[in-house]
């Protein structure tokens, strides 16, 4: 079975500076999808930003950005010029490539935008 | 992506009772899922729900508790059976994007007393 950690249960950051959310999996499989997804206090999830596992190239969405490295399963998002709007609780999610799964969640991180 | 809506929204129910929760999508959609987000906790995924199929349950739920239809390929629902103050949570409807994201709808907020 994948598992996946969030190692930071609350990451505080000033507004306008950058800040790095990290997540790590486990997983026997060679294709699947990383998320990172974003869920304010609203509680809808939003999906911040997806990477394929056999692509190299780290996935980038305008502010936010991954750093995927395969090899030690680590898929750190990091988010620049941080605004008072990306505060929320993150969560790092896998999916198999297979399709028939759903996705399994990180603990989450709860971001803390300082103005 | 989809337009997932989701009914009630909240609320507040006295134990031994059950709720159904209705998910309704924009599109037709092969899969959809439900998932269970207790209080301060990420989410759990309960069941996939297949059109024309019996849903796959997760370890740790059961039909009897968590029945769940899928009558379309637009609409589900979960029904939470003999309900206890354990079973206060979110729920989260899901569905499957083109490129393998899943959509969520806006939760449906249960308290049991």
């Known amino acids: 079975a994948q598992t996946v950690t969030q190692s930071q249960p609350e990451m505080s950051v000033q507004e306008a500076e950058t800040v790095t959310l990290s997540c790590t999996y486990d997983?026997?499989?060679?294709?699947?999808?990383l998320f990172w997804y974003k869920q304010p206090p609203s509680r809808q999830m939003i999906l911040v930003i997806r990477?394929?596992?056999?692509?190299?190239q780290n996935a980038t969405e305008n502010r936010f950005s991954v750093n995927f490295q395969k090899a030690a399963k680590s898929f750190s998002l990091k988010i620049s010029d941080s605004q008072l709007g990306d505060a929320a609780m993150y969560f790092c999610a896998y999916r198999s490539a297979r399709g028939a799964d759903g996705l399994t969640f990180g603990k989450g991180t709860h971001l803390i935008i300082q103005p | 992506s989809a337009v997932i809506s989701q009914k009630p929204s909240r609320d507040i129910c006295q134990r031994g009772t059950s709720l159904t929760i209705q998910c309704q999508v924009d599109?037709?959609?092969?899969?959809m899922f439900w998932y269970r987000q207790q209080p301060g906790q990420s989410l759990t995924l309960i069941a996939t729900?297949?059109?024309?199929?019996?849903?796959?349950?997760e370890s740790g739920f059961v039909i009897d508790k968590f029945p769940i239809s899928r009558p379309n390929l637009t609409f589900s629902t979960l029904t939470v059976s003999n309900m206890s103050p354990e079973d206060s949570s979110i729920y989260l409807c899901?569905?499957?994007?083109?490129?393998?994201?899943?959509?969520f709808g806006e939760g449906s907020r249960l308290t049991v007393l």
């Open positions: 997983t026997s499989e060679s294709d699947y999808y």
């Open positions: 899901s569905v499957e994007g083109v490129t393998g994201e899943l959509f």
């Open positions: 729900a297949n059109q024309g199929s019996e849903a796959t349950y």
């Open positions: 599109s037709q959609v092969t899969m």
């Open positions: 990477q394929e596992a056999y692509k190299q």
